[in-house]
């Protein structure tokens, strides 16, 4: 079962290489691991090296080299057509490798692009030029990484410290809109190159992830199948996840081991219906949540077993499995697109978005659905988040210029809307919704590009419009002279109305202007004309509770019109929002 090392590495590579590489290959081929987990395993990584070595064709080094090197990209490897093939590859052993769980066999890989290839044909998408990928191993793959560390180290001894090194994982806040710079070798490795075919690599005092070097594999046959290259910074991400129900709880035993200090928690997944949230059911796929079990738990428990542990709870020897892994999740993520504008609305049934309480439905239509059924469907995107600056009531207008919004279109299939399409779009929306609504402005911008709505969140004034339902009349003098008032201070506790929505506290807002005259003709009492309807015209600062300005909702708005003007009520009868002050988005002309 000797491995040679020359029938895989050249030898600059060898040269780089502790004495014991030669003993560690041998045992490495004894336990059943395939060429390409022998070599990242021994600490090396060469791209065009792992791609060889993965295919179907077994030759030295010499050999690897001269086919990677001369052969045309689209004939270095047979991609299966059918996803279901399964068939090992000549250069995984008929038992499976026990290291990579087959995952680095060219059974695997193939079966994997293929199923990816199917799933991009079966959703084209318009205006990409480049992928990049986003892979997903069992973690239990970080304690059969330790074990072998583990069975090397009692074989040869103590001093083979780099191979059984496994490498933790930089905790990194996952932003698919955001993606993490690309991946690069440590400062701390040179990279070298080797001059059998000229390409670069590098050695490490640690394993090479399955991880990584799977993610190599599958990049090098999508930019062929897809005829897309791969960016690390692209639009399109490819996200797959590879499980394997046998070994899926085979790290349970460390939990009984108190020196391991390992708390693995099973949770039933919740799953959202409409406005409600249930726990899935046990006939539900992935209906059990774990925690406390990622790569970096394992790791860190197991780096307190020693061969003894292994051999007494029954790990060793490793298992192999002549199965490939199931691919338990595999889609294509494209990055949000922003779609910018404006909205008015002329009908008092339309919320600003979609209303529930308790799974009833407050209104039946909003601006975002009305707006987002059009959108959505031209885009062929898998939905929407809808944004806008502030939003009024059911019962309330928005006129004038109209008031700014965004939609965040989530995983679009058209990536390359020109402006006459969204003009397009825009009549569409309009004509469908005629006397609803009205959309404007529309244009795509980017994500950093929504800050100044964001931003305006507490700055933005509003002017409105209300006719107010008076208890008794008022003279022309008291309404001139509550116009006459600038800068009104408030002191606005939450409203009754909203108190369910929203933390009950005081706010301090503010009126910047406002006029009251009369709306109906009064009548006259003591030889003075009194009116008891009036046409409040204001702007106040963001976020001021007109109607609650109007009545005092019970004294919690404090001053309000009914105190001004020294009567027992105070009712509004219809309130329109006229300007939205937030130059944003730029006007399309």
């Known amino acids: 079962m000797k491995m040679v090392l020359t029938q895989l590495l050249s030898p600059t590579i060898l040269q780089h290489l502790p004495p014991a590489a030669q003993a560690v290959a041998s045992k490495l081929k004894e336990i059943g691991c395939c060429r390409v987990c022998i070599v990242r395993l021994l600490g090396v990584r060469k791209q065009r090296l792992f791609i ?73 998408s318009r205006g990409l030029s480049s992928f990049l990928v986003s892979v997903r191993v069992p973690v239990q793959l970080a304690l059969r990484a330790h074990a072998i560390g583990r069975i090397v180290e009692k074989v040869i001894g103590p001093d083979v410290t780099p191979f059984a090194n496994v490498a933790l994982r ?29 390409q670069p690599f ?131 993520l494209h990055f949000s697109l922003w779609l910018a504008g404006r909205y008015n609305k002329y009908n008092r049934t339309i919320s600003n978005s979609r209303m529930e309480f308790k799974g009833e439905r407050l209104a039946q239509e909003s601006v975002e659905e009305l707006l987002a059924l059009h959108v959505d469907k031209f885009f062929g995107a898998d939905g929407h988040k809808f944004s806008s600056a502030g939003r009024e009531d059911v019962d309330v207008l928005m006129l004038g210029s109209g008031r700014p919004f965004y939609l965040e279109i989530v995983n679009p299939r ?3 809307a020109t402006p006459l399409e969204l003009k397009q779009v825009q009549d569409l929306v309009n004509s469908e919704n005629d006397g609803k609504i009205k959309v404007s402005d529309l244009q795509l911008v980017g994500k950093h590009d929504t800050k100044p709505l964001k931003d305006s969140a507490a700055t933005k004034r509003k002017s409105y419009s209300t006719l107010v339902r008076l208890s008794s009349g008022v003279t022309m003098d008291q309404l001139n002279a ?43 009492e003591d030889q003075e004309r009194k009116f ?58």
Not at 61 to 83: H, K, L
């Open 414 to 416: 058209v990536l390359d």
């Open 52 to 124: 060889a070595l993965c295919s179907p064709v077994s030759t030295d080094a010499a050999g690897i080299a001269d086919t990677v090197s001369t052969a045309p990209p689209s004939t270095s490897v047979t991609i299966a057509t059918d996803p279901s093939d399964s068939t090992p590859a000549p250069s995984v052993s008929s038992s499976g490798c026990p290291a990579c769980l087959n995952l680095l066999s060219h059974a695997s890989v193939s079966a994997a692009v293929a199923r990816a290839h199917a799933l991009f044909s079966e959703k084209p």
């Open 202 to 332: 590098s050695v490490h005092g640690h394993q090479i992830e399955v991880k990584e070097v799977l993610k190599h594999l599958l990049i090098h046959h999508l930019e062929q199948t897809l005829n897309l290259p791969f960016e690390s910074s692209s639009a399109l991400q490819l996200e797959i996840g590879f499980d394997h129900p046998e070994t899926d709880t085979e790290y349970d035993f460390m939990g009984a081991i108190k020196k391991c200090g390992l708390n693995v928690r099973k949770k039933r997944k919740r799953v959202r219906e409409g406005s409600l949230w249930r726990k899935m059911r046990d006939d539900e796929h992935g209906h059990i949540r774990i925690e406390g079990a990622t790569w970096n738990h394992i790791v860190h428990a197991a780096e307190n077993l020693t061969y003894e542990d292994y051999e007494e709870h029954g790990y060793l020897p490793l298992k192999a499995f002549p199965s490939l892994c199931a691919i338990g999740e595999l889609k294509f």
């Open 532 to 589: 008891s309807l009036v046409r409040v015209t204001l702007t106040t600062s963001a976020g001021t509770y007109v109607k609650e300005f109007m009545h005092s909702d019970g004294g919690r708005t404090v001053p309000s019109l009914k105190e001004l003007l020294v009567v027992e009520s105070a009712s509004v009868e219809t309130l329109d929002v006229l300007h939205v002050f937030l130059d944003w988005p730029p006007r399309v002309i």
């Open 482 to 524: 509550i116009s006459k008032l600038k800068d009104l201070e408030l002191k606005q506790q939450t409203p009754i109305r909203v108190q369910n929505s929203r933390s009950d506290m005081v706010r301090e807002k503010i009126i910047h202007e406002l006029n009251v005259v009369p709306e109906d003709e009064g009548v006259l």
């Open 170 to 198: 930089d905790p990194k806040r996952f932003d698919l809109n955001d993606p993490p710079k690309s991946e690069s070798a440590s400062a701390a490795t040179a990279i070298l190159n080797d001059p059998l075919d000229n």
